[in-house]
């Protein structure tokens, strides 16, 4: 299992439960930065479903209760997350998230290497199954080659691991990037969600702890620069929205880039590797589907492993059938959320999102 994000957790978690011998590597060495993600109530099936509801509800995350957003129009509209059937939706730490689903892994059997980067794959040349995988672990700058039976990819976006299994065959509809910049020092607490639209993409404000929060802008990255600096096109687009910058004055911490494309892989499902989370697919964060759908994912492409495993390799192959069919689902949802916002029609961001979607490669004549 390449990568202990959600995605590579519920899986190897899963698996480990089913009596199989699973290794999950992982190469982050610190925390990655705050992008300030939350959940909504319908994680709690998959949690439930991986025998994790009453530990989650114990790890004692912060619940959204307010959504404020300016979308389709100025003034500001509240959405109440209070009253939600399934739960409520909360606040996600994510290195807190991550370090229990982690410890529920190891508990479970899970072999887990940290601070560990998967360098290099290579099909070894054999006929039966066992062993079919070399992989090289670095860590610490020492390598070490271990053999595999089944890689399951689980690396996240940017993973160079795609490319060794699929030959990256896959594909991106948008080169959506969030800027983002984090506050520590707020004077009080806003456990309050904002989200505001701007001629140039939009804007979210979000509490990720009690005196801290992160803003993001989410824009195209070829619609970036224009002659100006990252610092100050992050401070013009701030300066664009009308409630956001309110709540937030401090501009001068440094900006983190994140990649938030849309993508998909066109073989989640291939000769001895299977891929989950955004690594099969990822979607634009206005969704905040990404970690739900990594658990929810993780766990049928084990149930599917499993199944290949005693023979049977046709729920395998509705696993790849469900990422595209999925895919197909989530892209005409994004499409519904972007042409709620009409103010800014003709620029390019929001042009490029209201018309059918299709995927960069076949529309080149962007924008
Ligand atoms: C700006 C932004 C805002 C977002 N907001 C939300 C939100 O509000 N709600 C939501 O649900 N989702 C949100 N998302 C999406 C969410 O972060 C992802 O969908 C989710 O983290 C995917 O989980 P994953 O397990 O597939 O991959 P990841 O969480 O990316 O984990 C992949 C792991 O694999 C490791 N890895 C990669 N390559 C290797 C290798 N070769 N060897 C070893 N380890 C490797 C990485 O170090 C990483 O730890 C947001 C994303 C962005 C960019």
Partial sequence: MIGAGPAGLAASLRLADRGFETTLVDASSTARRAI????????????????????????????????????????????????????????????????????????????????????SLRRRDITDRAGRWAATLSAAGAHREHTFDLVVHAGGRQSSISRRLDGRRSLRWDRLVGVAQHADALPEPVWRMYVEAIDEGWVYF???????????????????????????????????????????????????????????SLEPVGDGYVMVGDAAASVDPLSSQGIETALAGGLRAADAIVSAFRGDTQPLAQYARSVHRDFEGYLALRQGYYLLERRFADSAFWRRRHRAAQPLERSRATP
Avoid: N
């Fill in 36 to 119: 300030g993600e939350t959940v909504s109530s319908r994680i709690a099936p998959t949690l439930a479903e991986l025998g994790l509801a009453r530990s989650f509800e114990q790890l004692g995350q912060r619940p959204l209760r307010l959504i404020c957003s300016a979308w389709g129009r100025a003034e500001l509209a509240e959405r109440d997350g209070l009253f939600d059937v399934d739960g409520h939706a909360a606040h996600l730490d994510r290195p807190v998230f991550d370090a229990w689903l982690r410890q529920a892994a190891i508990s479970a059997g899970v072999a887990f290497f940290r601070q560990t980067t998967v360098r």
């Fill in 206 to 264: 979000t509490p990720y702890a009690q005196r801290s929060a992160v803003v993001v802008w989410m824009t195209d990255a070829d619609l970036l620069g224009g002659g100006r600096t990252l610092r100050q096109s992050f401070t013009r687009a701030l300066e664009k929205t009308q409630h956001v910058q309110r709540l937030f004055r401090d501009v001068s911490s440094e900006l983190h880039v994140f990649d938030a494309r849309s993508a998909l």
